[in-house]
């Protein structure tokens, strides 16, 4: 399956499996008429700003109950996926270690982050996220 494939699928399931909100963050950049140059997509501040960091395709967020332990209440979890085609493996080539380094900000950060190439990585990531919210309540 082709990226555009794998990263359809995903949304859908996004939004029927864990409730999640993704919606397409589109990044890039060219130059305009007046000799300027116009950036679009998340976090795409300067061309040297993206040598280290690529923001991921898919930008959202996905509903966490919170434990009564955790006060009772559901929170907006900041969720950042960067879809890749089917069999798709990390190399560190191209632009794959800029978009690691978003992926382990925004996991640093608190958020649900990673690379997926199925919906089963997809599910993955974001039951990795919830299984570790429960080994900190313990």
């Known amino acids: 399956m082709l990226e555009d494939e794998v990263e359809e699928l995903i949304v859908l399931d996004a939004s029927q499996t864990f409730n999640s909100d993704l919606w397409r963050n589109n990044s890039g950049g060219r130059n305009t008429p007046d000799e300027g140059y116009l950036r679009w997509g998340l976090g795409n501040i300067s061309k040297k700003w ?7 395709d898919e930008i959202g967020g996905t509903p966490v109950l919170i434990t009564p332990e955790m006060v009772g209440k559901t929170i907006f979890v900041f969720t950042s996926i960067e879809v890749k085609k089917e069999g798709w493996k990390y190399t560190g080539i191209k632009n794959e270690p800029q978009q690691k380094n978003w992926i382990d900000l925004i996991k640093g950060r608190g958020g649900i982050a990673g690379f997926a190439s199925s919906v089963d990585e997809y599910r993955q990531i974001v039951k990795d996220y919830l299984r570790s919210l429960k080994d900190r309540s313990n």
């Open 50 to 56: 993206n040598e280290k960091l690529a923001s991921s």
